[in-house]
């Protein structure tokens, strides 16, 4: 899936993968797509090395599961130093709300490991369109939604609740976010998904990719 941001040129990349067979395959499948890969590291710290020696990389792709420092404290760290490259994360993870705190972080991709390849040269393409891209591996948000507008509105508080959701929180810290009962942001979720067409956490959270509650 789609969401459109600004146009970027990429054609330098970084890859952090602490898996070697992987790094390895994805480095050469690359190269063979003409990227100019700039390192291949295994160590957030080894990447933070390269990045601050190197500010010319378009694009770093990072793995979430890391030792010592995970993916997500990474990219936060890598926007402290100042860097603009775009971010695309390469994972094992099918979760809705890793893929939340992927983009609330500031990731550009969710990439699928099992569907890398191809897919991984579409997410880099449309990531330099200046979209966004989400493994359509990924349970996926309903066609209709997408097209038409809900039946009716959604409420200035389900909108907090649809919000608070996208940050991962729980219903019972929802609950405790907002004051009210647990009960009601269950009642409130469950609203939100009717009012939406949608069934799972995951479409909600794409949902707000869609309409940039999630930056």
Known sequence: MLFG????RISR?????????VAFDTEHFLRECEFEIVATVDRVA?????????????LIL??????VLNGFDAVREIRKRGSEAKVIFLTMHNDATLLAEAFRCGASGYVLKQAAGEELVTAIKEVAQGNNYVSPLITHLPAE?????PKKAIT???????????????M??????????????ESHKYEIMQTLGVETTADLIKYCLRVGLIS
């Open 172 to 185: 019972k810290e929802i609950a405790a976010e907002l004051k009210i009962s647990t009960r009601t942001a």
């Open 156 to 170: 200035p508080r389900q909108k907090e609740v649809l919000r608070l959701i996208s940050e991962g929180l729980t």
């Open 5 to 8: 941001k600004k146009k970027r």
């Open 62 to 67: 990072v793995d979430i599961s890391m030792p």
């Open 13 to 21: 990349l970084l890859i952090v993968e602490d898996e070697p067979l």
């Open 145 to 149: 939604p997408q097209r038409k507008q």
């Open 46 to 58: 080894d990447a933070m090395t390269v990045i601050r020696g190197d500010h010319d990389i378009d």
